[in-house]
């Protein structure tokens, strides 16, 4: 029963109900109903209705200045997002199925924001483990079983990566931002723990090899990207941080307890870690709109380079000339990052008013029974260029961008405080997902992830949240 005598306890409660729906929602979608598949999409839509309406009513959404101005520039960038469209049934359905894709989460943001605060952070970390285990199982599971296999099946019987778990969601990209939320958590409750018991370590260690096992398993490329920035980024963070030597040392030893037990589980996933080193580099680079522009330039590489002489080994460096062709047919993993931040072309291709806010978005396309657009999904980057054309596109990029830089310049300065330590791995997934991720793509748990992340990285801002002193 919904208890209205204290609704940011009643609105919190919600919050968490509906990430654990979301969730849910695969399970539904590809195990229980796969005929109503559809359907089950859009309940995500009537639970967010009842959260906004609670949240209006008791004034949850624009209690501070920020909030306020924030959705005044959404406004304003979803106005100009209808001119693209053509004013017809049609350009207004998929007017509002672009809007849906772009911001249908983002009152979330606001809301944890007003709402939530560093304890409830922390409770929501910890509730998060004890999912931990069964998602390794499911995963482990998938993974050895054929790809005919029920587990295996996607909503309504496809599986669009049949050689990769999808655990309990209808692909496997969603899977994968799944588990980058629990690893990142894992991280955040390790830097924000003030003392270690043998207990405590022993429960870290096993969460550690559940989760890096899992990432093994995916085989997906990104995921090692993140994880191993996260590794770097963290020991920074402790390093520069205001705890005693001691439990600074406990920290990173901790930290670095993930290759310990990334060389355990390459060795027990050996089959799956393989799989994972031949897709590393393995794109097709050539497609790729900055190799097609700078494939014959020239560039700078530094080279350190190993002599055996008398069983020793002599270290020296030389600078050497590759073109952009041969780097990025040994490295297309940072082809592929460079190409998601190259925007020039699609700055020299866009007009003025764009195709349409969302209008290269998976909602849209499917209402309009066309193939993707102009741009993958995946750069999000560009089409978010292309749709909203040169001007406003490209200054809501410049912005993404621009607050990455502000975000991290303040974490600098403000997040090396052992109260503040909790945010670092939130910032960081937040951070890679401004500049390289599928935000508004489409209406899945990989947005839904992202906002509530943002969300529960703003508490950290929240002056008012005496918690965090």
């Known amino acids: 029963m919904l208890n209205f005598n204290n609704p940011s306890l009643l609105v919190k409660k919600l919050i968490v109900f509906f990430f654990f729906y979301m969730i849910l929602e695969g ?53 100009f997002g209808f001119m693209g469209y053509n004013y017809n049934f049609n350009g207004i359905i998929s007017y509002f199925l672009g809007l849906r894709s772009y911001w249908i989460f983002l009152p979330l943001f606001l809301i944890i924001t007003h709402t939530f605060n560093k304890d409830d952070l922390v409770k929501f970390i910890k509730i998060n483990f004890y999912s931990v285990i069964p998602y390794f199982l499911i995963v482990l599971l998938q993974s050895r079983l054929p790809e005919t296999s029920f587990l295996n099946s996607g909503y309504d019987g496809n599986l669009q990566s049949p050689e990769r778990p999808s655990a309990f ?31 405590d370590m022993l429960y870290i260690t096993l969460l550690n090899f559940l989760l890096i096992s899992v990432m093994i398993l995916l085989k997906s490329r990104s995921v090692y990207f993140y994880v191993f920035v996260l590794i770097f980024y963290s020991i ?33 996933f050996e089959k799956q870690y393989n799989y994972s080193q031949v897709r590393m580099n393995t794109d097709p680079s050539w497609e790729s709109e900055f190799f097609l522009d700078h494939s014959e330039k020239q560039i700078h590489t530094f080279l350190i380079l190993r002599d055996k002489k008398q069983d020793l080994y002599n270290y020296k460096s030389e600078t050497t000339h590759m073109t952009v062709r041969d780097v990025c047919s040994k490295y297309s993993t940072i082809c592929r990052i460079i190409n ?46 292309m749709e909203l054309g040169f001007v406003v596109g490209l200054f809501l990029i410049l912005f993404k961008w621009s ?48 906002w ?17 002193r």
Do not use: H
């Open 27 to 79: 399970i539904l979608r590809k195990w229980i109903f796969p005929g109503l598949s559809t359907q089950i999409y859009f309940i995500k839509d009537i639970l967010l209705i009842i959260i906004y309406s609670i949240a209006l009513r008791y004034n949850l959404i624009f209690q501070s200045t920020y909030s306020k101005i924030f959705i005044f520039f959404i406004v304003l960038i979803s106005l």
């Open 452 to 468: 509530l992340t943002f969300g529960l990285l703003f508490i950290a801002f929240n002056k008012e949240n005496k918690n965090l």
């Open 403 to 450: 607050l990455v830089i502000i975000l991290n310049i303040i974490a600098l300065f403000k997040f090396r405080d052992k109260n503040k330590l909790i945010y670092i791995p939130l910032l960081l997934f937040v951070s890679t997902q401004l500049m390289l991720g599928t935000i508004s793509y489409t209406v899945s748990f990989i947005s839904f992830v992202f």
């Open 236 to 268: 920074f963070f402790v390093t520069f941080s205001n705890f005693d030597r001691n439990l600074k040392l406990k920290k990173i030893f901790l930290i670095l307890l993930t290759f310990v037990t990334f060389n355990i589980s390459s060795i027990m």
């Open 169 to 199: 969601f209808t692909y496997t990209t969603q899977n994968t931002y799944y588990f980058l939320f629990l690893f990142f958590c894992f991280f955040s409750y390790i830097l924000n723990k003030k003392s270690f018991s043998i207990k």
């Open 340 to 385: 998601d931040l190259y925007i020039f072309p699609a700055v020299q291709k866009s007009t003025l008013f764009g195709e349409g806010i969302g209008a290269g978005t998976k909602p849209v396309v499917i209402f309009n029974k066309i193939k993707k657009s102009f741009y993958l999904g995946e750069i999000d980057n560009k089409r978010i260029i």
